[in-house]
């Protein structure tokens, strides 16, 4: 039996190295039929703190890869203790993007996108932004809840594991209803803190279904989606999350719209593991992945 409908009581606050030999597409080992996937939706510069390669470096390594269409989604976040706080030029990034797509053009296909970091306690500066430039895809994520922070292990300080999970989701859901976004990215990334503290390489969320599922429901019900992210896989965490049983309770609840992305942060972590995600796609049910220009979906069947 599913939990009831989700009703949120979230207030709204105002608050590179170029590899000489780039890994094959999806490196970490293809499902059963995969063709190679062709786009990859999560991938930063030099215009993230935490990135050091260039837009056209990005771009090159898109290109060796086979990939035909990314989408450059940088982190924007307005969250004081974040490493990238106010980091992001809107102004040098889009000269850039549109130096690279006049550069690419009729070779690979460069979406405007950003990741921003909880947007739901942002609102003003995120309708701000958004309505400066014409964004192609935006990009919806956690990398605090509570105060803490999702990319550490203290994340779990003084918390069991259920006790931090559940923290995490609750904030998430927060996110799904409040936030302006297009797709959740890394919505299983509470797996990093529980691999840096418990060394969990992969994390059951049976046991928090009704969290999740109500996360997942709002998703749907705002015409949103779920990223696949592969970045766990070259982390050592294990396979693209989230996994295809959370996939297929997408799917019950009425989601549609999924992206692939690597969350590259070098060039030659373009494309890795974008197979494999695809296969856990198919294995889910969906038959199309969703790519996005000026903010509306585009399908390609599967």
Not at 222 to 235: I, P
Not at 257 to 269: F, K
Request: aromatic share 10%.
């Amino acid at each position: 039996m599913r939990p009831p409908a989700y009703r949120s009581t979230c207030p709204v606050a105002g608050a590179g190295r170029v590899g000489s030999h780039p890994r094959p597409l999806g490196g970490g080992g293809s499902g059963e039929g995969a063709r190679p996937v062709i786009h990859d939706y999560h991938l930063h510069t030099y215009f993230s703190c935490d990135a050091d390669a260039s837009m056209e470096v990005m771009c090159r390594a898109a290109l060796a890869q086979g990939i035909e269409e990314i989408a450059v989604t940088d982190h924007v976040d307005f969250t004081p203790q974040d490493p990238c706080y106010l980091y992001f030029q809107p102004e040098s990034y889009w000269s850039a993007l549109q130096e690279c797509r006049r550069m690419f053009d009729g070779h690979l296909t460069v979406r405007a996108g950003i990741e921003v970091g909880e947007p739901h306690l942002y609102p003003a500066e995120v309708r701000s932004l958004l309505s400066s430039y014409e964004y192609d895809f935006v990009l919806g994520s956690l990398h605090w809840a509570d105060g803490r922070p999702l990319f550490r292990e203290s994340f779990f300080d003084g918390l069991s594991l259920d006790d931090g999970v559940a923290l995490y989701f609750e904030e998430l859901a927060c996110l799904a209803e409040e936030g302006e976004y297009d797709v959740l990215a890394h919505m299983d990334i509470v797996r990093r803190a529980a691999y840096r503290c418990f060394g969990r390489r992969e994390l059951d969320l049976r046991p928090h279904e009704a969290q999740v599922r109500r996360v997942l429901r709002v998703v749907a019900e705002r015409g949103k989606g779920l990223e696949v992210n592969t970045a766990y896989l070259r982390k050592g965490i294990g396979d693209p999350g989230p996994s295809v049983q959370v996939l297929r309770w997408f799917r019950e609840e009425g989601g549609r719209i999924v992206t692939l992305g690597s969350d590259a942060h070098r060039p030659e972590e373009i494309g890795v593991g974008l197979d494999r995600a695809l296969s856990m796609v198919r294995k889910a049910g969906f038959e199309r992945i969703a790519t996005f220009e000026k903010r509306r979906v585009r399908w390609k069947r599967v």
